[in-house]
């Protein structure tokens, strides 16, 4: 079969990191007898240097054209990097955030496993690692915080922000039913995040759920509040199967729930709507401390492209392939440096891509 897969390399360790997953993805495709055409599309910083905006029509058209999309990731120093001298919509970021709205992908799935061979690169105590832990995080990508109105202002000469958090009954519906499907596949439990005990749209999502759970009596439905949760994370993180939370709570718990699986290099993510076109990227950022220099771990990247195989092409041996695979290398003692424990083997981007394809 062919696929078209528009690819965005973005910025700062964006390039290295997809380069890995392309050369993983053709890999597969010399063994299955697929093949895997790409359309390099701009966004964020690279795309402002060369076009002068994060995300023109073009590329949003070529990316919706496309079968699926593999980004690496956007933006640069927030502090440092020129491009946060623009005004806000003209800023890496924000061409990331109009793809996702423009192509209606409001499902994040973020799947957080703790590998065996990962145990000794988690900061958690072996009592608590136990056997290991997989869960999902289930993060509503196109409401709340990030898409609500938002302004900057004088009130009686005293400088004042708002950013507005607002969800509507179908937007929950929609995410809830992707948490309970997904968990359905899994051990059908739901734990739903949110802040109810203060914000009305917490409120407003915990009882939308409560009623879309009605049509899924065989899942479990539990709630919990954000800040418990958090705490939760790092004190018993094998209690969860899929957590299910708006938008910016989700961006904050799935960084959490990276690094208790040993890295925030190590959690990939799937971004799906109602279509099979989907955007797949690591849940990381750009990394821009440390990009260039041959050291960032592409395994994310990778595994988001096994995703892709897995929801948007339906290949689901091509995607176990590249997972053990990448469970192989691991198992060999190879690491970057972010994975890094005693007794290992440092390997860079590189090495780790072409040890992966070996395993293949
Ligand atoms: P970050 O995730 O880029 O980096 C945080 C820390 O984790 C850094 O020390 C970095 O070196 C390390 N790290 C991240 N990915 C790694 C990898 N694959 N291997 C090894 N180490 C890795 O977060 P940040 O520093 O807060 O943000 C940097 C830029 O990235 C900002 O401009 C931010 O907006 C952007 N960002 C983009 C995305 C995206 O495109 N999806 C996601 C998050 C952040
Ligand atoms: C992520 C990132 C993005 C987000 C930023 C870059 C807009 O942190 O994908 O987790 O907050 O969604
Ligand atoms: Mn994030």
Same mark, same amino acid.
């Given at each position: 079969?062919?696929?078209?897969?528009?690819?965005?390399?973005?910025? *700062?360790?964006?390039?290295?990191?997809?380069?890995?997953?392309?050369?993983?993805?053709?890999?597969?495709?010399?063994?299955?007898?697929?093949? @895997?055409?790409?359309?390099?599309?701009?966004?964020?910083?690279?795309?402002?240097?060369?076009?002068?905006?994060?995300?023109?029509?073009?590329?949003?058209?070529?990316?919706?054209?496309?079968?699926?999309?593999?980004?690496?990731?956007?933006?640069?120093?927030?502090?440092?990097?020129?491009?946060?001298?623009?005004?806000?919509?003209?800023?890496?970021?924000?061409?990331?955030?109009?793809?996702?709205?423009?192509?209606?992908?409001?499902?994040?799935?973020?799947?957080?496993?703790?590998?065996?061979?990962?145990?000794?690169?988690?900061?958690?105590?072996?009592?608590?690692?136990? $056997?290991?832990?997989?869960?999902?995080?289930?993060?509503?990508?196109?409401?709340?915080?990030?898409?609500?109105?938002?302004?900057?202002?004088?009130?009686?000469?005293?400088?004042?922000?708002?950013?507005?958090?607002?969800?509507?009954? $179908?937007?929950?519906?929609?995410?809830?039913?992707?948490?309970?499907?997904?968990?359905?596949?899994?051990?059908?439990?739901?734990?739903?995040?949110?802040?109810?005990?203060?914000?009305?749209?917490?409120?407003?999502?915990?009882?939308?759920?409560?009623?879309?759970?009605?049509?899924?009596?065989?899942?479990?439905?539990?709630?919990?509040?954000?800040? $418990?949760?958090?705490? =939760?994370?790092?004190?018993?993180?094998? =209690?969860?199967?899929?957590?299910?939370?708006?938008?910016? @709570?989700?961006?904050?718990?799935?960084?959490?729930?990276?690094?208790?699986? *040993?890295?925030? *290099?190590?959690?990939?993510?799937?971004?799906?709507?109602?279509?099979?076109?989907?955007?797949?990227?690591?849940?990381?950022?750009?990394?821009?401390?440390?990009?260039?220099?041959?050291?960032?771990?592409?395994?994310?990247?990778?595994?988001?492209?096994?995703?892709?195989?897995?929801?948007?092409?339906?290949?689901?041996?091509?995607?176990?392939?590249?997972? $053990?695979?990448?469970?192989?290398?691991?198992?060999?003692?190879?690491?970057?440096?972010?994975?890094?424990?005693?007794?290992?083997?440092?390997?860079?981007?590189?090495?780790?891509? =072409?040890?992966?394809?070996?395993?293949?």
């Amino acid at each position: 079969m062919n696929y078209n897969i528009a690819v965005i390399p973005g910025d *700062g360790i964006g390039p290295e990191i997809v380069e890995e997953a392309k050369k993983v993805l053709d890999a597969v495709g010399r063994k299955y007898n697929h093949v @895997f055409h790409y359309t390099e599309v701009l966004m964020g910083g690279a795309s402002i240097d060369k076009t002068g905006v994060p995300l023109t029509e073009e590329a949003l058209a070529a990316a919706k054209k496309s079968d699926s999309i593999l980004l690496g990731a956007v933006g640069g120093n927030v502090s440092t990097s020129p491009w946060y001298i623009l005004p806000p919509a003209l800023r890496p970021e924000a061409g990331l955030l109009a793809l996702r709205k423009g192509l209606n992908l409001f499902a994040n799935i973020r799947p957080a496993i703790l590998f065996d061979e990962l145990k000794g690169a988690c900061p958690l105590k072996d009592e608590i690692i136990g $056997n290991g832990f997989d869960f999902v995080v289930m993060r509503e990508l196109t409401g709340g915080l990030y898409f609500g109105e938002r302004k900057t202002e004088e009130v009686d000469g005293i400088r004042t922000a708002y950013d507005s958090l607002v969800y509507n009954e $179908n937007e929950i519906k929609r995410i809830a039913r992707w948490a309970f499907d997904i968990a359905m596949k899994r051990n059908k439990r739901v734990c739903s995040v949110d802040k109810a005990n203060v914000l009305d749209s917490s409120r407003l999502w915990r009882q939308v759920v409560k009623e879309v759970a009605k049509d899924y009596p065989e899942v479990e439905l539990t709630d919990m509040l954000v800040d $418990n949760c958090a705490m =939760q994370l790092v004190k018993d993180p094998k =209690q969860f199967d899929v957590i299910l939370t708006e938008n910016m @709570f989700g961006d904050i718990l799935s960084d959490e729930a990276s690094m208790v699986t *040993g890295s925030i *290099g190590m959690l990939a993510s799937a971004s799906l709507g109602d279509t099979k076109l989907g955007l797949y990227e690591p849940s990381h950022g750009s990394a821009p401390d440390i990009a260039g220099e041959n050291k960032a771990n592409p395994i994310a990247t990778i595994l988001s492209a096994a995703m892709m195989l897995r929801y948007s092409f339906e290949l689901e041996e091509e995607a176990n392939a590249i997972e $053990n695979g990448i469970k192989n290398v691991l198992k060999k003692g190879y690491r970057t440096v972010d994975i890094m424990s005693e007794g290992k083997t440092m390997v860079g981007t590189k090495e780790m891509g =072409q040890f992966i394809i070996k395993e293949l």
